[in-house]
């Protein structure tokens, strides 16, 4: 019998007409309960009505100049957070001393609400992209700098001490053990961080800007346009799928050296 993991690589197009079956039984499911009155569809929309207004809006070129200023903000507050907790993780992790006297410093302000932040933000950098970028930064960063952190900690002890056996120094030390045990933690953060940069920007947008989708969206919620938000939250889901998907890409070219796992090895065998 395949495992699963065998499954998964043996079967890509199988997983893909999967995953489109359950996105068509969703919107099916959706258009029946509103065609049928079960749900309200001035309150919850169809999915026709959605679709129609998303394509009218990208075929008028309405929504290409907010889908820009979205897009700029997510990947500068992608980039920014994602650079910033992968160099402070690898240090920290690094650093006993300072990871010790730093750790309630980043513990409280990994506490902190972000929603909060929003508006101070707005105040120090104005209405235009920075608030926003900040605020997706302060999202990013913990996420991967929590996960870097804790890759790093766990790079087998007998390795390091093989490799400094073998004359390694820090820098090598760097490139070669800690960094290819550490890259598995830092794409998985990064596949997690990318939606959360989006909602960053998003929220930012929501709470004060004057382009956006979150802008489009709350434009929409202000005059009671339920077709508007979902149009909106279905142009978002596709945008975090792209990116996401650019991630995977990158993180497959960066690990082609990883090995399969076991389940993989013996299904294929």
């Known amino acids: 019998m395949p495992s699963e993991a065998g499954f998964a690589k043996g079967g890509r197009g199988r997983i893909l007409a999967w995953q489109i079956a359950v996105a068509v039984f969703c ?12 749900l309200d569809p001035f309150f919850f929309a169809t999915p026709l009505g959605v679709i129609e207004r ?13 889908l820009g200023v979205t897009l700029l903000e997510t990947v500068l ?5 994602s650079l910033g907790g992968v160099a402070l ?14 750790d309630p410093y980043i513990k409280a302000a990994n506490a902190l609400p972000r929603v909060v932040l929003a508006p101070i933000f707005a105040l120090w950098f104005g209405l235009g992209i920075w608030s926003k970028v900040a605020l997706g930064v302060t999202l990013v960063f913990f996420i991967v700098f929590f996960n870097v952190y804790q890759g790093v900690r766990e790079v087998s002890p007998t390795v390091l001490a093989n490799a400094r056996m073998l004359g390694m120094n820090d820098r090598q030390l760097l490139r070669h053990v800690y960094l290819p045990s550490a890259l598995s933690w ?10 959360f940069a989006l909602v960053g920007a998003v929220v930012g947008e929501y709470l004060g800007a004057t ?15 339920v077709v508007g938000v979902f149009s909106g939250m279905l142009v978002l889901s596709a945008f975090v799928v792209a990116i996401d998907a650019a ?6 070219r960066l690990l082609v050296w990883r090995p399969e796992s076991a389940g993989s090895a013996s299904a294929q065998g």
């Open 247 to 252: 991630v995977s890409v990158i993180e497959r």
């Open 27 to 38: 919107l099916l499911a959706w258009h029946v309960l509103t065609a049928t009155k079960i």
């Open 186 to 195: 830092v794409f998985s953060s990064l596949h997690t961080s990318v939606g």
């Open 211 to 225: 382009a956006g989708l979150g802008y489009r969206i709350a434009q929409a919620e202000g005059v009671f346009d």
């Open 54 to 66: 998303t394509w009218k809006d990208f075929a008028s070129g309405v929504i290409w100049r907010h």
């Open 77 to 81: 507050a992608f980039a920014i957070g």
């Open 89 to 102: 993780g690898f240090w920290f992790a690094r650093r006993a001393t300072a990871a010790a006297v730093f």
